[in-house]
């Protein structure tokens, strides 16, 4: 490549290319222009069209290697020209052609004119807006927005949120700026649907759906990108992130996770690419939640080497099926699989809904689920199937095969254990939806700040308003949600991570985080947006205003990728599976140390002094709110424990135990996750390595604790933790740390990085 001679016609166009991928991104309407104009230029040869079409391709940027020959010509170039006149990147190269070439017989009038029109359409600036190419110093021009003194550096804490995925978020929010991706209310469904899959094709075009995937099926085998990318997308729009979710996320992810290289190599590629769109066809209508007994069957027949896939009853219809009432052609469907009259439990398998025209096969029935209280850009439907035939190829067979002579087996011999690990290996969905709700709560944070800081009402006689903002009542309503939304988006992180690099002795562990985390940050999207709605008054109920969209299409996550309740049930068996091997481990001295152990801690959370003790210090030491956290979760995880151990011994079933106790069991595992969200907020304090923002992340974090423990002070009291007069301590230092933090509140949601385009709210714009 570094030998490669270019025409003096491309040469010329090179620095506006250069410009153009400065980001390492063409948006679709760049693409779609470039490649129009490109093909329409009759000064063009065939050879320079194919490779100025080659540099067009999002999927196939230009090579680090090429960009840097660009740039050392440009340089070379731009060395001789005056920096004080205005230059156009067309003017750069049609001097870098001049110097390179002695030939000037191509370039005519027609030509310049082309060149300069397509600079104007491509929307690029001149060159003082990209003087690094002059070797000068680069101008940045940032926003100001002077409100109090605020001593946070936005650039250095927006990078501890972004974590790893700066680049691909910035990627992400450069195309979605772009006009085809401008927001808009569609009312009329079919309309909105299309819009939405348009959308779809054009992120699978930058490779973005595909992130997940191995490299040689397109992909860049990079889980933690694609959770980004959706998280971002939730800033856009949630019919989009939902529909993206589900086809490269569920759909996609089905294929991967749980079938085998034979479907890899038929499948992947044009999954990620969109050309295949499918269905993750699992819940039904009779068994949303308890997938283990679904009831539609796959019934393997030996004769003619197939799989028969029924729907026996009207209730076993897949239900809620994204993708399903329009756009998906195949579908991973899960059922009871068959063998030989033996039950295997449920298995995935391939089923063709529609060929390309859109004509729904034989033996398959499918309705629209029509309107629904929001994300009504994604096409969900409900599928019967009447004894479809499908091959034996089609079984998604990573956990469970069908060999030739029609005998089943599995790596895993326990149908149980079999059916947990391969839902265990489609967690990501459940760590993305949580991801993609957050965001939806931080734009409403973002607009409510916003909207606070310029909006004034009510005030001392013959003085101006008061900014709402400085009421100690908005900012009760407000400044403990922007605390929250930083604890779930470490928390958040935290469990991605594990999952990412997780091996199969973590993934119980991480279901159960999944769980926990999944739950907690999607009820507390559903109240962070309706409190945020209510901050804004009447401007807030305004569809422009972006909270009518947040909470409709938003207020579905509590029940979609398991139902939140059903989901924290889960939690608390898994911590109390924990808990128990943890008491019993060691036999009898194990029992001994815990009773040991407990007593200790007992002894010290009871302490007179620490029950009693209002110290300023004291509260907002981590040792005692992790003590304080941690000890309810043990003290509800022995309570419950001994009370299903007693109606045991009464002769109920598990079961009927577990019925007994189920509340007792939901705050289990409430208490199970807010202590594993306090822990990472408290590591990400102390892994931050400026004082200033260590300190700002500090009151952040013991706004969090102090307005968690508050919530739950009738606990507390009801145990003897802490008395009535901490209570009240405590509730005044949250009141204080409230007002703190309203002074740092507009560059805490900044942090956040949502672009404007995103926010898409006229009363969260500056002037």
């Known amino acids: ?48 069209k194919n490779m100025l079409l080659e540099w067009c391709n999002p999927k196939s940027p230009p ?21 004080e006149e205005r230059q156009s990147l067309v003017s750069l190269g049609i001097e870098m052609a001049k110097t390179q070439f002695d030939n000037h017989d191509w370039l005519t009038a027609d030509v310049v004119s082309a060149l300069n029109e397509l600079e104007s359409a491509v929307g690029l600036v001149s060159l003082e807006m990209h003087t690094h190419i002059l070797n000068y110093e680069q101008i940045q021009k940032e926003r100001h927005f002077v409100l109090d003194t605020s001593n946070i ?74 959770a980004s990318v959706f998280e971002t997308l939730g800033y856009h729009d949630l019919s989009l992130a939902v529909k993206f979710g589900v086809q490269f996320g569920l759909w996609g992810g089905s294929v991967l996770w749980l079938g085998t290289k034979k479907h890899h190599e038929k499948y992947l590629k044009d999954i990620g690419t969109l050309e295949l769109p499918g269905c993750f066809a699992m819940t039904e209508t009779g068994h949303g939640s308890n997938v283990r007994n679904c009831e539609t069957t796959a019934t393997y027949d030996q004769d003619k080497d197939e799989i028969i896939i029924n729907s026996p009853t009207l209730s076993s219809g897949k239900d809620y099926i994204g993708n399903a009432a329009v756009h998906g052609q195949m579908a991973s469907v899960f059922a009871q699989l068959i063998v030989n009259g033996e039950n295997h439990g449920v298995h995935a398998v391939l089923v063709q809904l529609r060929d390309k025209k859109g004509n729904i096969g034989k033996g398959i029935k499918i309705e629209d689920c029509a309107y629904k209280l929001g994300l009504n850009g994604v096409d969900n439907g409900r599928i019967w199937f009447d004894n479809v035939r499908v091959p034996r190829f089609n079984l998604l067979n990573k956990f469970g095969s069908i060999d030739q002579n029609g005998i089943y087996s599995s790596p895993i011999k326990s149908e149980s254990r079999r059916f947990f690990t391969m839902l265990g290996t489609l967690v990501g969905g459940r760590l993305c939806v949580p991801r993609a709700g957050l965001s939806a709560a931080k734009s409403s944070l ?10 004034r009402q009510f005030g001392e006689q013959g003085k101006p308003e008061m900014l709402i903002i400085d009421y100690p009542s908005h900012q009760r309503r407000l400044m403990p949600l922007i605390a929250k939304a ?9 469990v991605t991570k594990r999952y990412c690099n997780s091996n199969e002795e973590d993934m119980r562990e991480i279901e159960t985080l999944a769980a926990g985390l999944k739950s907690e940050a999607t009820w507390f999207t559903t109240s962070a947006i309706q409190i945020c709605r209510e901050a804004c008054g009447g401007k807030g109920y305004l569809a422009e205003n972006r909270f009518a969209d947040f909470k409709a299409d938003s207020d579905i996550f509590t029940t979609f990728e398991g139902d939140n309740t059903v989901l924290m049930q889960l939690v608390a068996k898994g911590v109390l599976s924990e808990f128990n091997k943890e008491v019993t481990g060691n036999g009898i001295m194990g029992m001994v140390n815990y009773v040991t152990k407990r007593f200790v801690s007992t002894i010290r959370e009871k ?36 009370r299903l151990r007693k109606f045991k011994k009464k002769g109920l079933t598990t ?33 931050c390595s400026e004082i200033d923002l260590r300190k700002t992340l500090k009151l952040l974090c013991d706004l969090y604790a102090l307005h968690t423990m508050e919530l739950n002070k009738g606990w507390y009291l009801e145990q003897g933790c ?4 901490k209570t009240r301590a405590i509730r005044r230092l949250v009141d204080k740390l409230c007002k703190e933090v309203r002074n740092d509140a507009f560059c805490l949601v900044e942090a956040f990085g949502i672009p404007d385009e995103c926010l898409s709210a006229p009363i969260a714009n500056y002037s």
């Open 722 to 725: 802490v008395s009535g007069s």
């Open 153 to 226: 550096n936005v650039t250095s804490l927006q990078k501890i949120l972004d974590d790893d995925y700066s680049d691909i978020r910035k990627r992400v929010f450069k195309v979605l700026h772009d006009p085809m991706f401008s927001l808009q209310t569609i009312r009329n469904k079919e309309e909105y649907r299309e819009q939405v899959l348009k959308w779809c094709k054009m992120l699978a075009n930058q490779g973005f759906g595909a992130l997940h995937f191995p490299e040689i099926y397109g992909g860049d085998n990079n889980m933690g990108a694609f």
């Open 446 to 455: 973002t607009i409510a700040v916003r909207y606070a800081l310029k909006r």
């Open 655 to 687: 079961y009927n135990a577990f019925l007994r106790c189920q509340n007792h069991i939901l705050e289990v595992a409430k208490a199970y996750v807010d202590y594993i969200v306090l822990e990472q907020f408290v590591v990400q304090v102390n892994q």
């Open 486 to 494: 930083y604890a779930l988006d470490f928390a958040l992180t935290y």
């Open 63 to 83: 090579s680090d290697e090429l960009q840097q020959k660009w740039l050392s010509s440009i340089k070379k170039t731009a060395s001789k020209i005056n920096s």
């Open 607 to 642: 302490n007179f002094v620490n029950t009693n003790n209002t110290d300023e210090g004291h509260l907002r030491d981590p040792e005692f709110l992790l003590d304080a956290f941690k000890y309810r979760l043990e003290d509800l995880s022995v309570s419950v424990g001994q």
């Open 1 to 48: 490549m570094s030998n490669q001679v270019f025409s003096p016609q491309v040469a010329a166009l090179i620095p506006l290319f250069y410009i153009g991928w400065s980001d390492s991104v063409l948006s679709p309407s760049e693409v779609l222009l470039l490649q129009k104009k490109i093909i329409a230029f009759n000064w063009l040869n065939e050879n320079d």
